[in-house]
C-alpha cells in the first residue's frame, strides 16, 4: 500500500471483526456464489481444469481445487461438492462472471454440459459447533476432518479448516430455497467470518491478486487443494514440477498487527527493510484497532523483522497456523 501514512487512530475506519473472535455464529456468506455444473461431460470437463481429481468427489468428501492458467497461476480457489451427477462450486461474487465465462471456452468440447450461477441459493458460515449440532443432531463423529460432508435434505453441511486457536467451522450449502438456517444461533458479520478464514489460513483471491501465485504458494496442497498425480490439467506441468523439484521458496504466512488504522490491501507489498519480500493476500481489522493478514513470504524472510508498504512504523507479528508447511523447512536460503 502507498500514500501518505495514516496516523493511528482508536477507531478503525475500515468494516471490522469481533474482538475476541465469537465462539458460536452464524454468517451469509454474500461474497460467495454457488455455481452448478451439469451433464454428461461434468466430470471430464473439471478433471481437465482444475488441480483436483474428480474420482476423490464423492457423497462424504468435498475437496477443495485451484483452476490455474498454462503459466501455473491461480485465478480460482473453490471447492468441490458432489449432489447427484452434478458438482457444485464456489466462487467469489465480484469474479464469479468472468471465471465461468472463461470456462465455458473449454466447456464448448462437452456437448450437453452447462455451468449455471445458483441464485436462489447461498452459502451460511458456522463458527463453534453449536450451530451444526442444531443441523446435524447430536453427533459430529461424521464431520471430524476438513471436506468432510453431510447431505441434509436439499442442503450440504462441509467441515472447513478450524482456527489456529482451535475454533471449529462448518459451512452450510444451499443450492436452493431452504429452511436449514441455524436462526437460534447469532448471527455475525462477513468480518467475523473472513477474521475465521485468515486464522485459519484459507487464502481468498480477487481482481487485484488474481493470477498472481502458483496454488502451493498459498498453502492450497495444504488445504486439500492440489492432487499432484491426476494427470494432465491446465497448469498442471508448473504446479507439478514446483512440488516434485522442490523449488516453492514461498507459501501464505499470517500476520498479526497491534494497530492499524488503515486496513492493508491484497497485492501490497510487504517489506523487509527496503526490500520487497512478498505480498499482502488478505486482511482483516478488528474492533480494537488490531489487524490480522495473509501474506505470501520468502521462506528465508518470514522470520525477520517485517512491515506493509506504507506503513513503515508498524511491525507484523508472526502467527502460527494450524497445519504445517514442510516446504520452509527444506527451502535453500538464497533468493529465486
Excluded at 458432489?82 to 466447456?107: F, Q, V
Excluded at 453427533?139 to 486457536?165: C, K, Q, V, W, Y
Excluded at 508472526?318 to 508447511?325: A, M
Aim: charged residues 20%; proline residues 7%.
Amino acid at each position: 500500500m502507498t500514500g501518505t501514512e495514516t496516523p493511528v487512530s482508536a477507531t478503525p475506519v475500515y468494516a471490522s471483526a469481533e474482538h475476541p473472535p465469537p465462539a458460536s455464529g452464524r454468517i451469509l456468506l454474500t461474497n460467495r456464489v454457488l455455481v452448478r455444473i451439469s451433464g454428461p461431460g461434468t466430470d471430464k470437463f473439471l478433471q481437465g481444469q482444475l488441480s483436483q481429481n474428480l474420482d476423490d468427489v464423492k457423497p462424504g468428501t468435498s475437496p477443495r481445487a485451484a483452476g490455474a492458467t498454462p503459466k501455473g497461476r491461480a485465478y480460482c480457489l473453490t471447492r468441490l461438492v458432489r449432489d447427484g451427477d452434478d458438482i457444485l462450486m464456489d466462487l467469489p461474487s465480484e469474479m464469479a462472471e468472468s471465471i465461468m465465462t472463461h470456462l465455458r471456452k473449454y466447456m464448448m468440447l462437452f456437448r450437453g454440459t452447462s455451468m449455471t450461477a445458483q441464485t436462489e441459493g447461498h452459502i451460511t458460515g458456522l463458527l463453534g459447533n453449536e450451530a451444526a449440532l442444531r443441523l446435524e443432531g447430536n453427533d459430529l463423529s461424521s464431520l471430524a476432518s476438513p471436506g468432510d460432508t453431510l447431505a441434509l435434505g436439499s442442503g450440504f453441511l462441509i467441515r472447513t479448516e478450524n482456527t489456529g486457536e482451535g475454533l471449529p467451522r462448518f459451512e452450510l450449502w444451499q443450492p436452493g430455497a431452504s429452511d436449514l438456517e441455524p436462526n437460534d444461533v447469532p448471527e455475525k458479520s462477513l468480518a467475523d467470518w473472513q477474521a475465521s478464514e485468515i486464522a485459519a489460513g484459507v487464502p481468498t483471491l480477487n481482481t487485484t491478486i488474481s493470477e498472481s501465485y502458483v496454488p502451493q504458494m498459498l498453502n492450497w496442497q495444504h488445504l486439500g487443494g492440489v492432487h499432484f498425480k491426476k494427470g494432465c490439467y491446465t497448469g498442471q506441468e508448473v504446479i507439478a514440477r514446483m512440488h516434485f523439484l522442490g523449488q516453492l521458496k514461498k507459501s501464505l504466512f499470517r500476520f498479526h498487527i497491534a494497530k492499524a488504522a488503515t486496513l492493508p490491501t491484497p497485492g501490497a507489498s510487504v517489506m523487509a527493510g527496503e526490500r520487497s519480500v512478498g505480498d499482502v493476500v488478505n486482511a482483516v481489522g478488528f474492533r480494537d484497532g488490531s489487524c490480522e493478514l495473509l501474506a505470501v513470504i520468502r521462506h528465508n524472510a518470514a522470520e525477520g523483522e517485517l512491515s506493509v508498504d506504507g506503513l513503515p512504523e508498524v511491525a507484523l507479528q508472526l502467527k502460527p497456523l494450524p497445519y504445517s508447511v514442510p516446504e520452509r523447512e527444506s527451502s535453500a536460503p538464497e533468493d529465486t
